[in-house]
């Protein structure tokens, strides 16, 4: 499977080095040419590769409660139903997830191999092939983003509604729909500038920053959560690990170049609000390791798009391209060889 993920980094790197001199017809050719191949490498790998293919066969198999998404039960009926074979559902799940991160990069940004490759190098092996209904999710999340732009909150509300029968998690991006796309203000810029050290001070602090929430089912889970961390059955996050700090330190080079990128490509400013929060949920989550992570997974899904466009602040345009493929090359490797996303 290495050797798979392996030369497609290579082949979509070679294209994203060559994409400005392509006619539009056939970068659309090999964006749908590359992303069926990636769905259909996603839909039918074997089912030692990842963490989750186990769970959901077991889940498949099983009588669903209130706590499975309407989604899930509906295609696993259909697969019964139609193929009774559960790699379908996987391949379901898999071109769903495809195609809306595809329809997505098209219409959110002019660097769409850039972007694919910072898409295949994260957010496809962590929800490509393991979280398949997060997968999902985030693609309609990103997909929905073109209307916060626009103002079309309706639509907006539609694809988040759609992303939340994917993966409840998802109805956490209500809260986005009052967002703007206007270039920051003074004070916006160093409210969003201050986000990230604040929630570092209240890790430093040691608060608990969900016990603070008034509400009983999740002080219940937080109190359960203290328990098993003090059995030792439960480690911390480290909110300090080398992928994160990048993270944290390309997204403030971007919200400092944010009115140069903003000539290019207009949606940078709803990205950089969504990324930031992204990063503040992991650190403002801490103590709730799993929730930390989704969360800002989810909303995470939009550096598939704004990490890319590094390439409109540095010059010549090979070593902006050169830079961003670096980047990808070592997310993936970390995310493989030491975070082991998927089995090699």
Known sequence: MIFIILFLFCFIMS???IEERLDSSIKLLLLILIGGGMALVAGFRPSDIDHDYSNYVNLY?????ITTEISFVLLSYLVYYVFDNVVFLFLIYAILALSLQILSIRRLTDLCFLSLLVYLSNYYLLH???QIRVGVASGFFLFALQYLRTGDRFRYLLCIFCATCFHYTAGILVCFVFFSNEIFKKWQYIFYASI????????????????????PYIEEKMEIYRSLQEQ???????????????????????????????????????LLKVEILSLAAFILFYNLPVFAFRLSELLGVVEV?????????????YASKAIVGVI????????VFYNQVIYI
């Open 232 to 270: 030792g059955l439960w480690d911390e996050i480290n909110v300090f690990n080398l992928v994160f700090l990048v993270k944290i330190v390309i997204t403030y080079f971007l919200l400092w170049k944010c009115e140069l990128i903003a000539r290019f490509n207009p949606f940078v400013v709803i």
């Open 328 to 335: 990808a090359l070592v997310f993936l490797f970390i995310g």
């Open 15 to 17: 294209v994203a080095f």
């Open 61 to 65: 198999n099983s009588s669903y409660d």
């Open 128 to 130: 490509g092939m393991n």
């Open 305 to 317: 798009i704004l990490f890319p466009l590094l390439y409109y602040t540095i010059k010549p345009d």
């Open 196 to 215: 990230i050290p604040f929630c570092y001070l209240i890790y430093f602090l040691k608060m608990d920053f969900l016990l603070m929430l008034p509400i």
